[in-house]
């Protein structure tokens, strides 16, 4: 009695195996050819062998120790097994009699000690081969996570480049989608949608269609297709994989050719405000301000994150471990019009440990309104004052290079003089014309003399240095009011001021030549006002201005080189990228 078993993996191990009903057709047609009889219909299966497991090979097991059948009818010896413990169990039950053979197209493999070793060869190379393939496929997967891009289809908003061979295909943006998919994420970031309603806007106003293939998709996006393409860190320009051993989770980042459709900021927002709903439970947030404001004593000041929804009922609650309103009992992701709301305050942790001390708290948003008006009125430079700027500080940087230059040549010959003297002091002693003690004497003095001498001072790239914070200066409002977290980061960053909060008052620390920046643009703002933001000039005929040196420009910018260069910190930073011996010149 013959048990018929077929397999075909949809995993890479059986890409060129005939399909389930092809193997099921060649078996039935041997059936009928050799007149053998079969116990039921073909056993079909649709797993991997390479892993043990398999529900439909377990029951062809169950079968033949039962006695029910004994011999086996599949298309290949590798249908059975590409593992070795599944071929052990195999070859178990041919030594226990209660599999007589093993019958393919090609072959009958019978319970004698020589078909049993092809038998396991036939198996042994079915687990070679996949090995094989495994390492084949990893390492080509590998090589493509590290180019940027993730396996598998491009997301919708993206279209796979078929110019180039598959598994080597990047991506090429699909302008009509991708255009839907950015009103779609802005308007989910106005957090008054909840998953329902943003698929319905999806579905009857963007027309959202999922990407045509040749059997699936160009249908209306539907609700679980928006939630997951919602939480797709893709989107936000970085994916996750795993190692080759499929445990370990790596961050990669896309391709930089890929447009990024958010900013990873706005995709943790999304996250926190699926909030409970996110799987994998996630729990991310970035503050702005955490690490950049402390108390007047140090005292390092932490963030307190608040997220609250306001539901259909008017009903505002914290709905981060909530599935429904616990007013009106509606759930959270059927509501029509929830309105999210989150909010972010920071605090002294000290003296919030403190039972003896009162801990006051402060809103990010008046932070962000502080910081406006502060660069508003110390730092920022206008456009037309920055060109300006830049052409003094191009004259400051000639100037210095021919002082350089200047001391360079002096420095040399001093250097000739005193190796001319030195000679004219060993021949006066060689020819015995001077005593020993007088000689040893004036070449102490000539060597004293020549340690003396100072080479001309390294150049430093100060002037990339100044143009970077006049440009920040020129961008600053803009960033402030409209820029993304990442930009809003960089900037406070590379100003690298300090917040003081003493509970009731905040104030900025700058460094010290920061500090002459900040006052000598107040002092040229004194001299033209026309650079000040509420004054937006056209400046129309004024080139002759802008074509003179003014001395006032000219010793504000001279002074901040000159704070600059006596930065410890930026020495430290210049000597380390440069990796050169810092010199007298500081």
């Known amino acids: 009695m013959y048990g018929a078993y077929a397999r075909k993996s949809s995993e890479s191990e059986d890409k060129q195996v005939q399909s389930i009903e092809r193997q099921i057709d060649e078996l039935l047609e041997l059936q009928e050819k050799e007149n053998l009889t079969l116990f039921d219909k ?13 529900d439909g090979f377990n029951r062809l097991i169950k079968l033949t120790e039962q006695g029910k059948i004994n011999a ?8 059975l097994s590409r593992n070795p413990i599944d071929a052990g169990i195999i070859i178990h039950l041919m030594d226990l009699g209660k599999l007589q053979h093993i019958r393919t197209p090609s072959r009958i493999y019978y319970n004698t000690p020589t078909d049993k070793m092809m038998l396991q060869i036939e198996f042994t190379m079915s687990k070679k081969d996949s090995d094989d393939k495994s390492i084949f496929v990893k390492s080509g997967l590998e090589k493509r996570y590290k180019k940027g891009f993730p396996n598998g289809k491009a997301p919708i908003g993206y279209l796979n480049d078929k110019t180039k061979e598959r598994g080597n ?23 008054k949608d909840s998953i329902s309603s943003i698929t319905a806007y999806a579905r009857d106003q963007l027309e959202l269609t999922t990407p045509k293939y040749k059997r699936l998709g160009g249908k209306l996006v539907g609700r ?6 919602l939480k797709n860190p893709i989107y936000a320009g970085f994916f996750y994989s795993l190692d080759r051993n499929g445990k370990q989770t790596t961050r990669r980042e896309l391709h930089p050719s890929v447009p990024r459709l958010i900013s990873e900021h706005e995709h943790i927002k999304i996250l926190n405000i699926l909030g409970s709903r996110v799987k994998p439970k996630m729990q991310l947030h970035q503050t702005l301000y955490y690490g950049r404001i402390k108390s007047p004593e140090g005292d390092t000041i932490g963030a307190d994150l608040k997220f609250q929804m306001i539901c259909d009922c008017k009903h505002k609650f914290a709905y981060r471990s909530k599935e429904k309103c616990p007013k009106c009992l509606i759930e959270i992701d059927k509501m029509q019009s929830p309105h999210y709301l989150s909010y972010i305050y920071y605090y002294n942790i000290k003296r919030r440990k403190d039972p003896n001390l009162k801990a006051k708290c402060i809103e990010e948003s008046k932070i962000d309104e502080y910081l406006y008006q502060y660069f508003k009125s110390h730092f920022y430079v206008h456009p037309f004052l920055m060109k300006w700027a830049v052409k003094h500080l191009k004259d400051l940087k000639d100037m210095e290079l021919n002082m350089h230059i200047e001391k360079e040549e002096t420095y040399k010959a001093q250097l000739i003089e005193f190796q001319e003297r030195k000679q004219r002091l060993l021949n006066l002693y060689t020819k015995g014309h001077i005593e020993e003690a007088i000689y040893l004497k004036e070449q102490s003095v000539i060597k004293n003399q020549e340690t003396q001498l100072q080479q001309s001072p390294e ?16 961008e600053s409002l803009s960033i402030l009011e409209n820029g993304h977290f990442d930009a809003k980061q960089e900037l406070l960053d590379e100003f690298s001021s300090n917040l003081i909060w003493n509970e009731e008052n905040l104030n900025v620390s700058n460094v010290k030549w920061l500090s002459v920046f900040e006052k000598g643009l107040k002092s040229v703002k004194a001299k033209y006002p026309q650079f000040e933001p509420e004054n937006p ?16 420009v000219l010793g504000w910018l001279d002074n901040v080189r000159t704070y ?4 410890k910190g930026f020495r430290d930073h210049w000597c380390m990228r440069t990796k050169k011996k810092r010199t007298n010149y500081f």
């Not at 073909?42 to 398999?54: D, H, L, V």
């Not at 599949?74 to 249908?79: D, I, L």
């Not at 600059?564 to 930065?567: P, T, V, W």
């Open 564 to 567: 600059l260069l006596q930065d």
């Open 459 to 474: 150049l430093i790239d100060w002037l990339s240095v100044i143009e970077r914070y006049l440009n920040f200066g020129k």
């Open 42 to 54: 073909p056993i079909e299966e649709s797993k991997s062998a390479f892993s043990i497991g398999r």
């Open 224 to 229: 679980s297709y928006v939630a997951h393409m």
């Open 169 to 191: 295909r990047d991506w090429l943006v699909d302008r009509n989608r991708y255009k839907k998919l950015k009103k779609l994420f802005n308007r989910f970031l106005e957090a």
């Open 537 to 552: 000039t056209s400046f129309k005929g004024s080139k002759a201005l802008f074509g003179t040196k003014c001395p006032i």
């Open 72 to 79: 086996w009818l599949c298309w290949h010896a590798n249908r």
